[in-house]
């Protein structure tokens, strides 16, 4: 930036030698400004209308064009602190972005404006920035603008714990047709088809003005059957039908009597045309890139016998991480005993603690319903629990036994040491 003073006697067109050099001077001086932007509050911003016409069609029509105004624009609507980065990128071809809410800000007024150059700018600084906690804030944008590749983003973030997300109190704020995409994704792995279903009858209180009685016709009204139809009832089991749906009130008694009936598997034909059901059966799976699949592993543990009681904790891997990341679908944990399989509990917990993913199966082969989502360079445990008494490897008394874990897809994973708690 050149800054005000630093010229000296001679006229500053003699002293700056490129265009970007003049446009800054021209940007901090305010020289030869013709249009005083009047935002709320009285704020006002000098401004050049050629330059900013040269930037966005829609300042070009505005400020040129038939319906040109005079030295004046108002643009009440816009915050002067998001209008003022996109000037900063018209004059100096840069933005200097501090978060992710700031930068979907400036998104859509640049998205508002036409103004493709800064757009994109802050794309790239969403995608490479984004994180959990903004990122339905991000989903939101994506929808209002249809942007696919911010949308995908969003898609492919939420599949890391839909459950949390859709439990979270942001869903309330969601706009319906962001709801809508949420609900009709066929990538987001929910545990269960009661957490849409609780999260969409959330939103719909949520939209109750506070003289509106919460009532279940009331929150009905509000959601929609269009919107309730994207819940895939028939996912459900009878048991998680009662348990979520029946005290909502949200469907009458009738449509709750032949909706358990589907789900018993009763002809769809022979239901009322205004059942608000949708007619898949099909679970939602998690969206996967090539590169984050991971089919199956498997657990080759090299050393000695160790046996294990029924019920007790056997760390598998302590620290695992990856270099990519990864959705672990399966794992097959190989007992060496001629009398015993190795059914039993599977838990992959994170660094602090808290399980991800769990499954339970009668033999070596576990499946998880929902993937277990391994973040690159994160640090994950493994620990297994056996239904009955087993007998598995484990290193050498005398040296630390390595114990890898081999991807199907050949991601790369360090050798991790086994430490069973029990010996």
């Known amino acids: 930036m050149v800054e005000m003073g630093t010229l000296d006697e001679q006229a500053w067109q003699m002293t700056l ?3 970007m ?8 001086s305010c020289e030869y400004s013709d249009l005083d932007i009047i935002f709320s509050e009285g704020v006002c911003i000098k401004a050049h209308r050629l330059i900013l016409s040269m930037k966005s069609p829609v300042f070009s029509a505005m400020l040129m064009g038939p319906m040109a105004t005079g030295k004046q624009l108002n643009l009440p609507e816009d915050p002067h602190e998001v209008f003022r980065k996109l000037l900063d990128y018209t004059y100096l071809d840069r933005m200097d972005l501090e978060s992710v809410e ?3 800000e400036v998104y859509a007024m640049a998205h508002k404006y036409l103004m493709e150059s800064a757009r994109k700018t802050c794309l790239q600084y969403i995608l490479s920035n984004l994180r959990e906690e903004m990122t339905l804030a991000a989903l939101e944008t994506s929808v209002a603008h249809g942007d696919k590749e911010l949308k995908d983003k969003c898609i492919e973030m939420l599949c890391r714990d839909p459950d949390a ?3 979270s109190e942001t869903v309330s704020h969601l706009s319906k047709e962001t709801l809508r995409n949420l609900l009709k994704s066929d990538d987001i792995c929910f545990s ?3 957490v849409p279903f609780k999260g969409l009858i959330a939103w719909g209180r949520a939209q109750l003005g506070p003289e509106e009685e919460p009532s279940g016709s009331a929150v009905r009204q509000k959601i929609g059957d269009d919107l309730l139809k994207e819940v895939r009832f028939l996912n459900m089991s009878c048991d998680e039908f009662v348990d979520n749906v029946f005290g909502t009130d949200v469907l009458t008694h009738t449509e709750c009597f032949h909706i358990q009936r589907a789900i018993r598997g009763a002809d769809l034909s022979t239901l009322p045309e205004d059942t608000p059901l949708n007619p898949t059966r099909r679970g939602r799976a998690p969206k996967l890139r090539e590169r984050e699949e991971l089919s199956r592993c498997e657990l080759y543990l090299p050393g000695s016998w160790v046996d294990y009681t029924s019920s007790s904790e056997v760390v598998l891997f302590e620290g695992l991480s990856s270099d990519a990341t990864i959705q672990l679908h399966h794992m ?3 007992s ?4 015993s399989t190795c059914g039993g509990a599977l838990n992959i917990m994170d660094d602090e603690g808290k399980t991800i993913s769990s499954v339970a199966s009668e033999d070596e082969n576990f499946t998880f319903t929902r993937p277990a989502v391994l973040q690159k360079d994160k640090k994950y445990r493994v620990v297994f629990y056996p239904k009955k008494d087993v007998r598995l490897y484990r290193g050498e ?10 991807f199907s897809r050949g991601h790369d994973c360090s050798f991790y040491i086994w430490k069973p708690t029990s010996s």
């Not at 060496?336 to 009398?339: A, E, K, L, V, W």
């Open 17 to 19: 030698w490129g265009n």
């Open 21 to 28: 050099e003049c446009l800054e001077y021209l940007y901090a």
């Open 102 to 104: 700031e930068a979907l």
């Open 165 to 167: 997300v859709m439990s």
């Open 192 to 194: 269960s088809e009661a």
């Open 332 to 334: 097959h944990v190989k």
């Open 336 to 339: 060496y005993s001629q009398t």
């Open 397 to 406: 008394r005398d040296r630390a036994g390595n114990t890898t874990l081999s």
